[in-house]
């Protein structure tokens, strides 16, 4: 799974892990000026005080990552040369158990990894180097405790963020689409749309949303029962993601009402995208006890910029022309013309 650049998980660990290097480097550093490792404590000192900044400027980055990955690189090289460094205390090595943990926490599985080889790498050839220099010998008990207890804490911390974005991913697929048709749900229309419209303003192309309502869908329930109304919506589902390129967007906004956004489509265009998506579920047919039955859509078209320069404006004037479709017969396009006030609430209940 990606990093989510701007989770509220990973900004919230980030902030406490600051906060905590704030402090930590302030006290390491005031114990190694007594050992007299006052280049140490420079580092200490000025690594705490880049914490502190980063505390605050973790709270509103939109550049989550580069920020965590920027603050990990220096918080591991420094405790690097502090386990190189003879006169520390060898009880500093236990910060190596923290590693996968603060890896897998401030940049997920995949970063995480990777990050947790490399320092665990230099920590072990460190341990190693300290060992040699400081005792003489390292006895194969001792050696295997360290990697034993360093593994599981290193599985253990993988096979909890793996597992732990899995369901946050399955989480976010079911806020964001729709369980019956399988195409985004409204609450991910405001999102898309503003993303969409930032690509259009920067690339200079056209954008267009369309409106598309099921006729008569009530009768069709009436009729042959809400089995069959699922299957027909999520036949309608399938036909417009078959008439979708992959730079365009579907979405289920109602109980019958569908929405799509055209990314690079003029009115025109558009206009011509619903017209072959009419025709294409006009002719298509549900059987139900070996009877065809077949409903039509009434569309309406509006553009970005001509008709509205937001969602809601949009979606009105788009809205407004899917009941000029429904009140002049049905099973048509719109694209224009409408030039009266229509108050869509009042006339839902017949449409």
């Not at 050992?35 to 980055?61: K, N, P, Q």
């Not at 520390?88 to 923290?98: A, N, Q």
């Not at 400081?134 to 963020?161: D, Q």
């Not at 077949?294 to 969602?311: F, H, K, M, Q, W």
Request: some cysteine.
């Amino acid at each position: 799974m990606l990093f989510q650049d701007n989770s509220p998980h990973r900004r919230s660990v980030m902030r406490a892990l600051s906060l905590f290097t704030a402090w930590g480097g302030l006290i390491f550093c005031v114990l190694n000026i007594m050992r007299g490792l006052h280049w140490l404590a420079a580092i200490e000192f000025f690594a705490a005080m880049a914490a502190v900044f980063s505390y605050y400027r973790m709270a509103t980055t939109q550049r989550l990552l580069a920020w965590s990955v920027g603050f990990i690189l220096c918080f591991y090289t420094i405790m690097m040369i502090a386990l190189l460094v003879p006169n520390t205390s060898p009880t500093i090595f236990v910060w190596v158990f923290l590693l996968p943990l603060i890896s897998y926490l401030t940049l997920g599985s995949h970063l995480g990894l990777r990050f947790t080889a490399v320092y665990v790498f230099f920590a072990a050839v460190a341990f190693y180097l300290r060992v040699e220099m400081e005792i003489g010998i390292l006895t194969l008990s001792s050696a295997f405790n360290v990697v034993l207890c360093g593994s599981l804490i290193w599985v253990f911390s993988h096979l909890y963020e793996v597992n732990r974005e899995r369901s946050q991913q399955a989480l976010m697929k079911m806020a964001s689409q729709d369980s019956l048709t399988g195409l985004n749900n409204r609450l991910r229309l405001t999102e898309i749309f503003q993303r969409e419209i930032q690509v259009a303003k920067r690339n200079e192309i056209a954008l267009s949303l369309l409106l598309i309502d099921v006729d008569h869908f009530k009768e069709v329930n009436d009729r042959y029962g809400h089995i069959l109304g699922d299957r027909v919506l999520q036949g309608l589902a399938d036909l417009i993601r078959s008439h979708s390129r992959q730079t365009d967007y579907g979405f289920r906004v109602g109980g019958e009402e569908f929405c799509l956004i055209l990314s690079g489509a003029d009115l025109n265009s558009a206009s011509k995208v619903a017209e072959t998506l009419r025709q294409s579920i006009d002719s298509e047919s549900f059987e139900q006890d070996g009877e065809s039955v077949y409903v039509t859509v009434s569309i309406g078209v509006a553009e970005y910029g001509n008709d509205g320069r937001d969602l809601d404006s949009l979606y009105r004037v788009a809205d407004k022309r899917l009941y000029e479709a429904k009140t002049s017969g049905r099973n048509r396009v719109v694209k224009e013309g409408f030039n009266h006030a229509v108050d869509i609430r009042s006339v839902s209940a017949s449409i």
